[in-house]
């Protein structure tokens, strides 16, 4: 995780809710890096805010702030996902910049 204040965490914390909230409500099995819920699968060392699974579809989501958005590690963290929905059809990675 990158060093955020408090103001941006608190920012990075509500958006995970959020998506992890709407994906629960489209019917998908939600894994998210925040208290309440099972905390997401990692891929080579690194965790994703969340991870939403329906069937055989994945979507792998990736919540920046200002500032995280430039932070070399969370760079490398969004090549290594956007990699793997580039490898598997069936899955879906998305950024978000709160």
């Given amino acids: ?5 408090k103001r941006s965490q608190s920012a990075h914390d509500k958006k995970v809710a959020s998506l992890a909230e709407n994906l629960e409500k489209q019917g998908y099995s939600v894994q998210a890096d ?4 099972d905390k997401p699968t990692s891929f080579g ?3 994703p805010d969340v ?3 329906k069937g055989k579809e994945r979507r792998i ?3 920046e702030t ?3 958005v430039d932070n070399p590690r969370d ?7 956007k990699e793997i929905a580039d490898k598997n059809r069936k899955t879906i990675f998305k950024r978000f910049v709160t």
Avoid: A
């Avoid at 995780?1 to 204040?5: E, I, L």
């Avoid at 925040?34 to 819920?37: A, H, K, R, V």
């Fill in 51 to 53: 991870i939403g699974r």
């Fill in 34 to 37: 925040i208290s309440g819920y």
């Fill in 66 to 68: 200002p500032d995280s």
């Fill in 45 to 47: 060392g690194m965790r």
């Fill in 61 to 63: 989501y990736e919540v």
């Fill in 1 to 5: 995780m990158s060093s955020r204040s």
């Fill in 75 to 81: 760079q490398k963290q969004q090549e290594e996902f």
